[in-house]
């Protein structure tokens, strides 16, 4: 693993980006390639990506076009003057070229801007052309942060239209120049083909650019990665990972909708640990696509925490790969789980000792809204999946645990859900908010209903009406995300919920306690 050596550096701030950021080096060091001949040089096919980011390291990932080595330098300055330090990674079939490398040693609460370029794996005198990314290290003192988050990209069948700008919401969070990105899942539609054109309701037709490997159901490996090559056709996805850092979860359509540990296979059928290979080759491709560390990938891992300074802990969930493999429907007595109680046991510990100000959870989909596939069985006292996060809420008011926010996606509309034990059957926990944001760039549906388990009701929500009907097109302007900013001095939390032309649409400050009383809201704002 490479380490990069900390040095005493002037903070600076953030520069004004621009295209020019994400496309080549100028200057020094790796911006100059030694042949002259394009065609012989390895070239970087999907743009540049960094994730996962901490106080001091970070992972960086790109995708060359043969087998090669990837150069990586950073800096703390955009000229790369002086260069903080150096690593290389190679890029090799068995990953379909695909190379991530960990910095570690980093400054905290810096910009880092970093260039990634890849050399001929036989003859190191064959470079290519490098491409620069910037990301900024946690703080480690008491500095604000703001971050985006949402989920959904290029389902239902609605895939890149150049002529309508392509996949707009990315370049929309891009505006908000956030320190880091949460993406709640549904990165493909991996069961979800893109066909050339779609009708639209006005007449009109949605043009799709189309690849082979997303012209049908992923089954083999060669198509999952495909599913993912297909949404780094975007230029407005691949400016954005250039410069804002990913934190990556997943959720159902990474594989195939509503799957589950068992059950969910096609006729290679299971591995001998009883292991569907199915699921096996989409977890490959996510995890070789995804900005995420190589470890991660070994221990086979996608929970965990990202701490951003004394003022946030990011707890990513995974909710499918450890749950029950049945429908969570109502009056079946059978045990069910959707976190497993291996990653249960893992988010009371890590949340108790927590001693950021603030505990986001991140979730793959909603607690509160009514689902067979997920949580929420519709009205009365806690049943199967229920269960798990009923005991999740009391340990956390037992345990003092204060200021957690639920983010999540999945819903394909946006919405902010209060819980609150007085309106709720289940009542044994302290008051929190859930806010639901999506999707990217997907179809649109309408709201879906509450239950009254733990007592949610709903602050603002916004989807398809019913005359719009479902699966909306992206065109029509319905695509959100959500932006949390995290003052450095009063510690006031805002969560604003946004659409794909960066319009606000709704806030809420909400102020932390300092005891196991819930956050105080100071104002909502439509």
Sequence with gaps: MPICKKRDLTRRQLLVRSASTVALAGLGGLAAPYLSRAADRPLITSGIASGDVSADSAVIWARADRPALMRVECATVESFRTILCAASSQALPDSDFTSKLVLEGLPPGQDIFYRVRFDDIADAGVAGEAQVGHFRTAPAGQQSVSFVW?????????????????????????????????????????????????????????????????????????????????????????????EVPMLAQWDDHEVTNDWSPIGTTDETGYAGD?????????????????????????????????????????????????????????????????????????????????????????????????????????????????????????????????????????????????????????????????????????????????????????????????????????CFGLQFFGRVDIDGRSEVMTVTLKDVDNRDLWSVDIEPRPDARPARILSQQF
């Design 150 to 242: 949402s989920g959904d990209t290029a389902g239902q069948g609605w895939g890149i239209d150049p002529g309508r700008g392509g996949m707009r919401t990315y370049g929309a969070m891009r505006e908000n120049r956030p320190d880091f990105f949460i993406h709640c899942g549904d990165h493909i539609y991996a069961d979800c083909p893109i066909e050339a054109e779609l009708k639209l309701p006005d007449g009109s037709l949605w043009r799709n650019l189309v690849t082979e490997e997303k012209s049908v159901v992923a089954k083999d490996l060669a198509q999952f990665r495909g599913n993912y090559k297909y949404n780094l056709l975007d230029g407005n996805l691949r400016a954005f990972n250039a």
């Design 274 to 474: 009883g292991t569907s290979r199915l699921v096996a080759r989409a977890a490959r491709a996510f995890h070789e696509f995804m900005p995420i560390s190589p470890l991660r990938m070994q221990a086979g891992r996608i929970y965990r925490k990202v701490s951003y300074g004394p003022l946030l802990d990011v707890f990513l969930l995974d909710m499918r790969s450890y749950r029950d493999s049945t429908w969570n429907r109502v009056g079946d007595g059978n045990d069910a789980r959707i976190l497993g109680p291996i990653q249960l046991a893992w988010l009371k510990r890590e949340l108790a000792a927590s001693e950021a100000t603030w505990k986001v959870i991140a979730a793959d989909m909603p607690i509160g809204l009514f689902s067979e596939d997920g949580i929420a069985l519709g009205d009365g006292p806690p049943e199967r999946r229920e269960r798990e996060i009923a005991d999740l809420l009391s340990h956390m008011k037992r345990a003092g645990i204060r200021n957690t926010v639920w983010l999540t996606a999945d819903m394909h509309y946006t919405a902010a859900h209060r819980y609150d034990p007085n309106r709720a059957v289940f009542q044994d926990f302290e008051p929190f908010w859930e806010f639901v944001s999506g999707p990217l760039h997907a179809g649109t549906w309408g709201p879906a209903p509450l239950d009254n388990t733990f007592g949610p009701a709903v602050a603002f929500q916004k989807g398809c009406s019913a005359e719009q009907g479902e699966n909306l097109a992206p």
